[in-house]
């Protein structure tokens, strides 16, 4: 329920109305003799078609969306396809920062969608060496790569690797805290 309150926060408010007007459907129950008829209410969310639901849930942060999972078992592999990963660790508590490399991780290693139309990591205190965390982004981009990202927007004090440039689904890119060591050469740039 909490989970539907959210996603109905998230929707324009023509759209959610007619998802709260609960509709029921009559069940009828025995007692004592008499046949008593009961109203029980039909999720309506799980009612609309998966591509709907992902699009709803890209609007959550995807520590949200895989907690969406636990609802049913249709959902367990629905947010595995969003189109959005949203990784927000400096609004998330320390235990879940120290995590970011292994959270992120299982995430990417069950994430099923084949364009990943965007694609946000920020956090601006971790607890990795450089030299970890540069072997990590290099693995991460290629990931990224392949899930033809269109959106990066990263904001980590890390180096960047090079090639994170010779993505050519890349559209929309936004470093913040990030460095780049760029050869003079400009044939590797595949950015419109």
């Not at 904001?155 to 990030?178: A, G, N, Q, R, W």
């Not at 050469?185 to 950015?191: G, H, Q, S």
């Amino acid at each position: 329920i909490q989970i539907h309150r959210l996603v109905y926060s998230f929707l324009p408010d023509s759209t959610v109305l007619p998802l709260l007007r609960s509709s029921t459907k009559p069940s009828r129950r025995i007692s004592g003799g008499k046949q008593e008829t009961m109203a029980v209410p039909r999720d309506r969310i799980s009612a609309l078609p998966d591509d709907v639901i992902c699009h709803i849930l890209s609007f959550l942060s995807t520590r949200r969306c895989v907690q969406t999972s636990i609802l049913a078992r249709r959902w367990r592999s629905l947010w595995a396809h969003s189109p959005i990963l949203d990784f927000d660790f400096m609004a998330e508590l320390s235990e879940y920062c120290d995590n970011m490399v292994e959270i992120i991780n299982k995430v990417m290693f069950w994430y099923k969608g084949q364009n990943l139309s965007t694609f946000r990591l920020a956090n601006d205190d971790f607890c990795y060496s450089q030299d970890e965390i540069y072997a990590w982004i290099a693995s991460l981009i290629s990931s990224l790569i392949s899930c033809n990202v269109r959106d990066l927007n990263i904001l980590l004090d890390v180096k960047m690797p090079l090639c994170l440039f010779s993505c050519e689904t890349l559209i929309d890119l936004t470093l913040s805290y990030c460095c780049c060591d760029l050869p003079l050469t400009a044939t590797i740039y595949c950015l419109p």
